[in-house]
């Protein structure tokens, strides 16, 4: 099988290389090593154009995409909606039309925005309707619809709060900041799960592997078991590195003024991709102690 991996870069993609490298996924038990994974990023193939996403998949016989680029700038995005809308879902259904073309299989990466603002205290499910409140949410939500409507076999999983060691993300900023400021403000009225982007990578490596993708099409919700604050999560990180000369206090959202409204509980319900497909969910402190010794 043929798997072509866009985005490959940033956060997930990088993590998919180190699943495909490590050939070991969920179970440590490779069923099919001679898949064939193709790694790309814009310099290798801009997935704006339709006929070079289409030419791709057709030269390189592909059978799966894995969709792991995005507009993820949330403020940003606020004034650069063009290329969001253009990125995050114009760009999706040109992989949706090329793989479905090919007769082939689209996972793509959502987004716990597509929910937007608060849902009370009970974890987000899949049928739940959704109510993005920024322009990222918006074109995450229309890249799912692209989907939809392209007909295409895919499977879409929504995540939250991603982190790993590669780019930029809130466990090396405050990795950063807990080790060089003497007091740090962390927001507490926003809760969630933080999402190790290994353990995402790893859990679709596994499912491309064991072929589970043919059958169980749709939209699934991923994020590491548990719930915590921007605050929590904070505190466990400068816990975790060392940092114990940061006086780490928390503070309301309103005192960090933002063009998003950003959810106050995007907990993610993960039960309908546990049931389908087996696999048990890391808890995200054990997650976050694994990045951070792999820094």
């Given at each position: ?41 814009v310099s290798e193939l801009d ?40 990125l995050n879902a114009k760009a ?100 969630g799960t933080p999402t190790y ?99």
């Amino acid at each position: 099988m043929n798997i072509l991996v866009t985005g490959a870069n940033g956060q997930l993609g990088n993590c998919m290389r180190n699943a495909v490298n490590a050939r070991q996924g969920y179970n440590k038990q490779v069923e099919n090593p001679e898949d064939h994974y193709i790694f790309t990023d814009v310099s290798e193939l801009d997935i704006t154009d339709a006929d070079a996403v289409t030419k791709a998949v057709k030269e390189n016989d592909i059978n799966v995409i894995v969709n792991c680029a995005a507009y993820t700038n949330v403020d940003k995005a606020e004034t650069d909606a063009e290329f969001a809308e253009l990125l995050n879902a114009k760009a999706v259904r040109n992989l949706a039309d090329a793989i479905k073309s090919n007769n082939g299989t689209l996972i793509h990466i959502s987004t716990d925005y597509v929910f937007g603002g608060s849902s009370g205290n009970t974890p987000r499910t899949e049928e739940e309707p959704t109510n993005p409140t920024g322009v990222y949410g918006e074109t995450k939500l229309h890249g799912e619809q692209e989907i939809e409507r392209s007909g295409v076999k895919a499977l879409v999983f929504r995540t939250a709060w991603l982190y790993s060691e590669y780019g930029k993300n809130f466990v090396k900023t405050m990795l950063s900041l807990t080790a060089t400021k003497p007091q740090l403000n962390v927001v507490f009225d926003q809760v969630g799960t933080p999402t190790y982007a290994q353990d995402l990578a790893d859990a679709i490596f596994h499912i491309i592997d064991n072929r589970l993708m043919d059958g169980n099409e749709g939209i699934y919700h991923y994020s590491n078991e548990g719930v915590c604050s921007w605050y929590d999560f904070t505190k466990m990180i400068a816990e975790i590195a060392g940092n114990s000369g940061c006086d780490i206090q928390p503070c309301h959202s309103d005192e960090f003024p933002s063009p998003v409204v950003r959810p106050s509980y995007s907990v993610l319900d993960k039960s309908k991709f546990k049931q389908t497909f087996g696999l048990k969910v890391p808890y995200w402190t054990d997650s976050v102690k694994k990045c951070i010794s792999r820094l």
